[in-house]
């Protein structure tokens, strides 16, 4: 099976920053078949349609897996009121995960806002060899530095108001960072469509891999309703692809922006 | 246990409940968690002659009881389907309904041809496509009835008329098709509903209008099938925001033969399954030893 389905014990759960909850989730079957950038489709008494949430980090030892998500309307908001101790009803690890490169390639991991969560399971990976730009709109919403910094991988935070870190936007270290002498063997991003075009941009133009993790709104969340589906360029041809099934994570080159 | 065999038109059911078009695919994906082996049916994405990539943008959404969606018919063309899909499918010990769908007649009567080559035992015709454009033939009974006399001609398959809700009268729409010759009509397709994005005054989907299913249709639904099921003498099949055997049982109490279930298979991958069971209960609770004395049973005031 290459995914499961079922009702998984909420072990924690923390209010980590203004309006965003982090999740430890009991669920050794999923954690063993789970690898960075698939996500959890979660259903919600009350909803008709479940809500997909990245992984974030996946600790396969204990058989739990993290989640952190932002309120947004109702379904996140009934999310954050599971009290700790009930089950979540899950179905897991859903999408292809991001390419993984050998440990010790040189790789940069780019977070916009709530597309920060994937990056630390990359981050577990990679370690020391991982340079994490995450950009937020300001100071209060800041997420999961910690978690990189624990890892040993270098950290630079970009608010759009500079309440915290560079004033700006993630591009901008970007750019600086594949301009210098240090050679990247790939960039892996995630957040609003507008920050991954410019990525995309900016990485063509050095000639780097950008792996890209897309969002669409979902239904069955495993390729069979083809509700999800997103523009891609493949074997020179437009389709649209499905980013529960082909995705979330794309060649950044395929995607037509 | 109770008997919860059910034939239509000489095609055997081992029970009424069939996975209903577009929300399933060609079976692959949810078979990670349904033996298709186990289920009445399946019935396959709506295909149409050529592929078809579907609509652009946003294509689902959560609404009170139910979602909207407008996917705009993306398949892979008949062709495929019949080399690489329907095959797999037939091997599968379950009933095969091929979904079928074309903006004119000349398109439905090319795909025919070329699944009359095959060994597909029944032909699911939808003319009530709520997310492309133009009006479907399936709104008019001068529509239903030319399309449906015109495939009937065609096949000797099993042919049952997928109805649109979006309609008058549905049961004047299913008369139509009877006297055409259709073998069986299966109702309701989604009904046509909008959401508008405030902020920008857009409509949420690219074809601004989609389809509603779910939860909310079923009093609908029920409420159609029992209207069709007591002019018509085909059997018919309901369709409509079933998610449990209860609401499937008052389908078949309405008059329905079989009962397709679509959308409530996303929450709950196990649900088709789960609505089998939960019939089967039912009816040994209820001391009913053979489903099909529920058919129709219905006792209007
Ligand atoms: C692969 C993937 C991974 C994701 N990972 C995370 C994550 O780690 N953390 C996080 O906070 N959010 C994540 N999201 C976004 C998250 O799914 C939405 O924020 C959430 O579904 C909103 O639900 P709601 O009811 O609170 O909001 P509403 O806006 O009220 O939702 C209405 C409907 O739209 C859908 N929807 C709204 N926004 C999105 C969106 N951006 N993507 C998909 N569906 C949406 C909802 O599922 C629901 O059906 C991810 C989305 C995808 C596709
Ligand atoms: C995502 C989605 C795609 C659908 N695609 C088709 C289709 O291709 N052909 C068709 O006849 N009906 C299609 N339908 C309609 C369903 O088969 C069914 O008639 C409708 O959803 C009502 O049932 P439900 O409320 O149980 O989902 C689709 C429904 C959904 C939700
Ligand atoms: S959500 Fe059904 S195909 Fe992606």
């Given amino acids: ?257 | 246990m109770a008997e919860l065999k059910v034939n239509i038109n000489g095609n055997e059911f081992k029970n009424p409940v069939i996975v209903s078009s577009g929300v399933f695919g060609y079976g692959r994906e949810y078979e990670e968690f349904v033996d298709l082996s186990k289920l009445g049916g399946v019935a396959t994405k709506g295909t149409t002659l050529y592929r078809r990539d579907g609509n652009p943008g946003k294509r689902i959404v959560e609404v009170p009881s139910g979602l909207l969606f407008s996917v705009g018919l993306q398949n892979p063309g008949i062709d495929y389907y019949i080399e690489n899909e329907l095959p797999n499918l037939l091997s599968k010990g379950t009933n095969v309904l091929s979904n079928i769908a074309g903006s004119d007649i000349d398109e439905y009567v090319a795909i025919v041809e070329k699944l009359e080559e095959t060994d597909a035992p029944i032909i699911e015709l939808n003319i009530s496509c709520p997310n492309t454009s133009g009006a479907p033939l399936g709104t008019s009974c001068a529509g239903t009835e030319k399309i449906t006399s015109i495939i009937r001609k065609m096949t000797k398959k099993t042919l049952i008329v997928k109805l649109s809700p979006n309609v008058g009268d549905i049961a004047e729409i299913a008369l139509a098709a009877e006297a055409a010759g259709a073998d069986a009509v299966s109702l309701i397709n989604s009904i046509h509903a909008m959401k508008i994005e405030l902020g920008s005054r857009r409509p949420f989907f690219h074809n601004n209008v989609g389809a509603y299913s779910g939860e909310a249709i079923f009093p609908i639904a029920l409420r159609m099938v029992w209207e069709t099921a007591s002019k018509v003498k085909i059997p018919v099949l309901g369709i409509g925001g079933v998610t449990n055997g209860e609401e499937a049982l008052q389908m078949m109490v309405a008059g329905a033969t079989c009962v397709e279930m679509g959308c409530a298979i996303f929450r709950d991958p196990y649900a088709p399954l789960k609505i089998i069971e939960q019939m089967n209960e039912w009816l040994d609770n209820n001391g009913v030893k053979d489903i099909n004395e529920i058919i129709g049973s219905v006792k209007p005031w």
């Avoid at chain 1, 072990?11 to 960075?36: Q, S």
């Avoid at chain 1, 010790?104 to 806002?113: A, C, D, F, W």
């Fill in chain 1, 1 to 257: 099976m290459r995914y499961v389905q079922g009702k998984y014990p909420l072990l924690a759960k923390n209010n980590i920053a203004r309006g965003i909850y982090e999740m430890n989730i009991l669920a050794p079957d999923l954690a063993a078949l789970a690898v960075p950038g698939q996500f959890v489709h979660i259903a919600l008494a009350g909803h008709s349609l479940r809500r997909p949430i990245s992984i974030c980090r996946i600790d396969e030892a204990h058989g739990v897996i993290k989640i952190v998500f932002a309120l947004k309307g109702q379904g996140t908001r009934d999310l954050a009121d599971v009290p700790v101790n009930s089950t979540l009803d899950i179905m897991g690890p859903m999408g292809n995960g991001f390419t993984l490169l050998e440990p010790g390639r040189k790789v940069i991991l780019i977070g916009g806002g709530i597309g920060v969560p994937p990056m630390v399971g990359l981050s577990d990976y990679y370690r020391e060899y991982a340079t994490a730009i995450s950009g937020f709109r300001d100071a209060s919403i800041k997420i999961l530095q910690d978690e990189f910094e624990k890892n040993g991988s270098r950290t630079i935070l970009c608010t759009d108001d500079g309440s915290a870190g560079i004033h700006g936007f993630v591009t901008q270290p970007l750019e600086e960072l594949l301009s210098s002498d240090g050679h990247y063997d790939c960039v892996y991003a995630c957040g609003p469509m507008p920050m991954l075009k410019v990525i995309s941009g900016i990485c063509g133009k050095y000639d780097t891999l950008c792996q890209v993790s897309l969002e669409q709104h979902m239904g069955c969340g495993i390729g069979a309703c083809l509700v999800c589906a997103v523009n891609i360029r493949r074997d020179g041809e437009e389709h649209f692809l499905h980013v529960c099934k082909d995705g979330p994570v794309f060649d950044s080159r395929e995607v037509v922006w």
